[in-house]
Each structure stands twice: as C-alpha cells, then as structure tokens.
C-alpha cells in the first residue's frame, strides 16, 4: 500500500466515525456556527449604548438639571434618577445601574462663585466594560460643562470666540482611529474572539479524535490498517479535520470582512493564509499534547486549559510588553500569536509580506512539534499503553 493509499483509506475511516458520532460535527460546525451568531449579533450596534447611570441631583438647579439631561442625551449613558444616594447604592449593588453619579447641594452657586464644587462619581468594577463607559461619558460631560462655565464667563469679559478658544483648549488634539474609525467593539473583539474560539474547538477536537482510538481500543487495529505507519495514521485522521476546519475559518473571514464589511486594509487572500495556517498549527499542538499525554481525559483538559489562556497571551486583551518579563516568553507557543500579529499587519496596517513573512514562519514551526512525539504515539497504540478508567 502506497503513502498517498494509506492516507486515503485513514481519511475515509475518520468519515465512517463521524458518521457514526455526530459529535464531531456538533462539537465543531455548530459550536463555530453559536459563537458567530453570538458575537456578531450582540456587538451588532457596533458600540454599547444605554449604559444605566444612577444620578442623585441633590442640588436641582438649572446647571444640574441640564448636566443630567446632557449625559442622558449621549449615546453611551441612560441616566437614572433617585432621590438619595442610599437608593442609588442599593440599586448598584443590586445590578441595575453599573455606576452613581451625586451632584452636591449648592453645585450651581458654587459654580457660579468658582468655588470648584466636587461631583462624587461610584463605579461598580465588577462590571468593567459598562463602568469604564460610564466613566468616560461622565468625564466628558464635565469637562464639557467646565468648558460651558469658563467659556460664559469668558464672554461676560470681553473675549472673542478665537481667544476664548485659545485659554480653554491652547492645545488641539487631532485624532485618527486607525483600522477602527468608528471604535465599533464588534470590529475589536470578534476580529479576536472568533479566531480565539476556532483554536479552542481545533485543539479540543483533535484530541478527542486522536484519544479515542486509545479510549475505546481501536488504535492497533488504525495501526495495522496502515502497515505501522504512525505519520500516515496521523496524518490521515488529521486531513478530513483540516479541510473541515479550514472550510469555518474561511467562512468566519468572509463575514467578518465580506459581508459585515470590518476593517480590512490589506487583501481578504492574506487573512485566509492566516487562518490556514492558524488551524494547521492548533492541530500540530493537539497532536503534540495527546503524544505527550496519551490518556483522553487529561489530554482533554491540558488542550483546555493551553486554549483558554490563549486569548490572554497573545497580546489581544494586554500589550505582550506590559506583561511580565516571566510571561512574555510564553506568548511564542500560541498559534493564535502569530495570527493576532499577521491581522495587525494586514488588517489594520495594509503592509505587504515582508512584514509579516516572519509570523508565516512562526506557525511553520509549529508542524514540527508532532515529531517529537509520534514514537510514544505509536507505543501507546500498538500496546495500549493507558488508563482506561
């Protein structure tokens, strides 16, 4: 039996078992199906609006009013009045506002004598994305209202509209969002989250493949069925994945940046170079823990635990250079690394391959690690050298 044969009849025997298991496909087609219909449709406003904001106007001037009916009017903030701070409190802690604002009594005469009155602002940090809004759509609205006071009383002394201008802002800030005008989150997170979640089934499900010949006895017989050839027996049940799981990325490449139009600088070829190479490279990590651990269960949950801190150490949620020194070494042994990088230089800067050739390199070198282990792969078939219980 020639190679290519050998390969043929292992990918047409890994058909037959999903056949006869439809978790393979449950656990893969419809998981990527969920997590897309989940994170395109929730971010689908592409910015949070309507984040509940507690106020307490103990002071019910003009000044206080407009502040509230200014911040309500913001896309981020729905303001929220109660009549005392306790009721504020109690409405925060139990999950209806993420934040509480408290105007002071004589806030309007004290602004009127500039006499710098404080604004107590609460912010829930358990809610981290709804507290962070609220924060900074508070901020605003006083800067803004401090803006307001001085430019007024500016204007009752004589200035004109281009020196008033040059005393409350002597410094213009000229501001371009790269990659993501519109600060859309969809765009930020589901560029990430999605590709995230494909690593996590890829590395799950291979390993359930590859640890179920060793679950239920039937690793000899695959060997057998291929001459010994522990590469061809591999390689066979691997090539019906990879072709699976290069189909959703592909597909999960053509929403994002076809038919839900995210930011693309550079071409949509490049990115599904990225993905191919990103599902060919979680699969040479599946293979590499279920060699090194060649018992289902615990090979199931290192490939789990290895996939969860994945999306924190790629530099996605925190910048690689602000971890510690310690950390920063282990961000080299993700696949979705690589990716993260080669998305930054294509997707939001448009560069050109000798950018991002490297990061190309980089997942190469992961189809290397599963010959490390093919020899105790091959020992734990043939002998079935395993806990069963």
Known sequence: MTFPQKLLSVSRRELRIWVRRPIYILGSVFVMLFCTVFYLSFLKD??????????????????????????????????????????????MQGGKVTSVCVIPEGFNRDVQAQRQPRISFYVNGLYFLGGSLAWKDLLTMINLTNGAVQRQVLQMKGYDSNQIMGLLRPVDVDVHQIGNATMNYGAYLANMMLPAMLQMVIIIVLIYSLG????????????????????????????????????????????????????????????????????????????LIIGMVPVCRFALSIGALYSVLGLSLTGFTLPVEAMPLG?????????????????????IFGTGFGEWYLYVAGMLVFLFLPMLVYGRLHHAYEYLDYERN
């Open 46 to 91: 592409g910015v949070p609006s309507d984040v509940p904001i507690a106020v307490v106007d103990l002071d019910d001037s003009s000044l206080s009013r407009n502040f509230c009916q200014q911040l309500d009017a913001t896309q981020l903030g729905k303001v929220v009045h109660y009549a005392s701070f306790s009721e504020a409190r109690a409405a």
């Open 327 to 347: 950390l920063r070494g282990l961000t080299m042994m993700y696949p979705l690394r690589y990716y993260y990088q080669m998305y930054v230089q294509v997707g």
């Open 212 to 287: 179920s010949e060793l679950k239920y006895g039937t690793g000899r017989h695959l060997l057998h069925s291929v001459d010994g050839d522990i590469f061809a027996a591999v390689m066979g049940k691997t090539i019906p994945y990879t072709l699976l799981f290069t189909g959703i990325g592909w597909t999960m490449e053509v929403i994002l940046y076809k038919w839900m139009h995210f930011p693309l600088a550079g071409r949509l070829g490049e990115m599904l170079l990225a993905c191919l190479l990103l599902v060919m490279a979680c699969e040479a990590v599946a293979i």
